[in-house]
């Protein structure tokens, strides 16, 4: 069943409005209207990138650092009070995004290329290669065209799983950059509406002309999620590890917005102004969300561990201890933070225990000093919970600064009475991402994991009558 009846093609040999040509998606692309339109396309965003970094910083916005495709490069230039200029970039790249991919898309079906390759727009560098590559190739017959790009009039499947990409994709990068770069909010817009909305989208745009069926629409559905992170990652705006822990949430909202776009093109007539309303409605939702934050909740990770010395060999490697050199397990080997040594500095209450992480240091001022019973503190500094892997040699999201924020932490003692010891240790944190629940799954492993391989290490140590620190420390009386 359609929902709308397909847009009248236009007579033969008229030429389309500037409109229709730049932001539709049937018009024909040849090769010197893409070549003309891509040249003066590229000046005037650099133009507006150019003024808007000098206008707001004094700094001369060099044509290498245009072509840069990391996200971080303008980012660092335009912050510190200028997110106003950095947010008016990301509006006014979206346009010019679509009309890349759109116009990319419509060259190579012309030139009698797979309508695929379209996607290779998406790969930084590897798109200044195609884009030249189809600035060279003449038209095709028609015959070829249809062949390699299926007919425009009506979209045959291929096209239309195109578009339905590429809106998720605008609408999914737009989102981001919006929200991580201006708003620094990692909230349920993002990770809860954005992943449904680009499944909505996809689903939409897949079946607009025609029925094409559920299990084909769930799996655009899912091809666009996939590649709003794989663009991610490709522009640096995140590393892969924090990919992966947020693809199974957006993957599952994914499919529900797909269904949901499916129905919509089937049963009601939704035009494409009404998406874009929704579009323009979505950065504004997370920015409501933004200035109503919820409050922060505290949480405890618990882990223990019985080791077989009594609790007066076992507080001297609580207090400090001596290089781990058991190896990480998977997750903690590909770069998140792992721990590697710990020492103090003084003794009892107000001394600094520093636990040294592969990414930095913890500070930890001591708040309790019970020998042998128990051992308490704040933390006051912490280094990136993970180094984020990523093509390009740094990547720093926002999320990676106070997102995940360790309060204080203690080990308790616990003599078994039998020569043996219950060494038991606990972290508070909060985590202002949203939704809570499904990140605190994962960030409690994580810090079990890291309690793990710490108590671990005391278990060695203290059963081998290692002594991690002075013994005058043992006995001192409490308080220091």
């Avoid at 607009?208 to 084909?216: N, P, V």
């Avoid at 629409?217 to 992966?244: H, K, P, Q």
């Avoid at 001596?322 to 998977?330: F, G, N, R, V």
């Avoid at 992480?357 to 309790?368: D, H, L, N, Q, Y």
């Amino acid at each position: 069943m359609n929902a709308q009846p397909p847009a009248p093609a236009a007579p033969e040999g008229a030429k389309p409005g500037l409109l229709a040509l730049l932001f539709g998606t049937r018009a024909r692309v040849d090769r010197p209207t893409y070549l003309r339109v891509g040249v003066v396309l590229t000046l005037v965003k650099y133009a507006i990138d150019f003024g808007l970094i000098y206008g707001t910083t004094g700094h001369l916005w060099m044509p290498h650092e245009y072509l840069s495709p990391a996200v971080s490069t303008r980012s660092s230039i335009l912050g510190g009070g200028n997110e106003w200029a950095l947010a008016l970039m990301i509006v006014l790249t979206l346009p010019f995004l679509w009309v890349g991919l759109s116009m990319t898309l419509r060259r190579a079906v012309d030139a009698g290329v797979s309508a695929t390759v379209a996607l290779l727009f998406l790969v930084p560098g590897v798109n200044y290669i195609l884009m030249g590559f189809l600035a060279m190739m003449p038209s095709a017959p028609p015959k070829e065209q249809a062949v390699a790009g299926v007919d425009l009039h009506p979209r045959g499947k291929i096209i239309a799983a195109l578009y339905g990409v590429l809106a998720g994709l605008g609408l999914g990068l737009g989102v981001t950059l919006f929200s991580t770069l201006v708003l620094r909010q990692y909230g349920e817009v993002l990770f809860l509406v954005t992943p449904g909305l680009i499944g909505a989208f996809a689903g939409w745009f897949f079946n607009q002309d025609e029925d094409r069926g559920l299990r084909a629409t769930l799996g655009v559905s899912m091809l666009a999620v996939s590649i709003v992170g794989m663009a991610m990652l490709l522009f640096a705006i995140e590393g892969v590890i924090c990919l992966v822990m947020a693809m199974p949430l957006a993957l599952g909202l994914g499919l529900i917005g797909g269904a949901l776009g499916r129905q919509m093109a089937r049963f009601t007539r939704v035009a494409a102004g009404h998406l874009l309303v929704i579009f323009a409605l979505t950065p504004l939702l997370g920015a409501v969300e933004a200035a109503l934050p919820a409050p922060l909740v505290e949480r405890e990770v618990a882990t223990s561990v019985v080791i077989d010395a009594p609790p007066a060999a076992v507080w001297p490697n609580v207090v400090g201890f001596a290089e781990l050199d058991a190896p990480p397990s998977l997750i903690y080997s590909v770069g998140v933070a792992y721990p590697l040594r710990a020492r103090i500095e003084g003794e009892g209450v107000g001394a600094v225990r520093h636990c040294e992480f592969t990414t930095g240091a913890f500070v930890e001022p001591i708040t309790a000093w019970e020998p042998h019973r128990r051992l308490a503190f704040d933390v006051i500094e912490q280094p990136a919970p993970m180094f984020e892997w990523s093509p390009y040699r740094h990547v720093h999201p926002p999320h990676l600064d106070g997102y995940l924020r360790s309060r204080r932490g203690e080990f308790r003692l616990i003599d078994l009475g039998d020569g043996r010891t219950r060494l038991e240790g606990s972290t508070w944190y909060t985590l202002d991402l949203a939704p809570s629940a499904y990140w605190a799954l994962e960030s409690d492993a994580l810090i079990h994991g890291i309690h793990g391989r710490v108590l671990a290490h005391i278990k060695r140590l203290s059963e081998g009558g290692h002594v991690s620190v002075p013994a005058a420390l043992d006995d001192r009386p409490l308080g220091g």
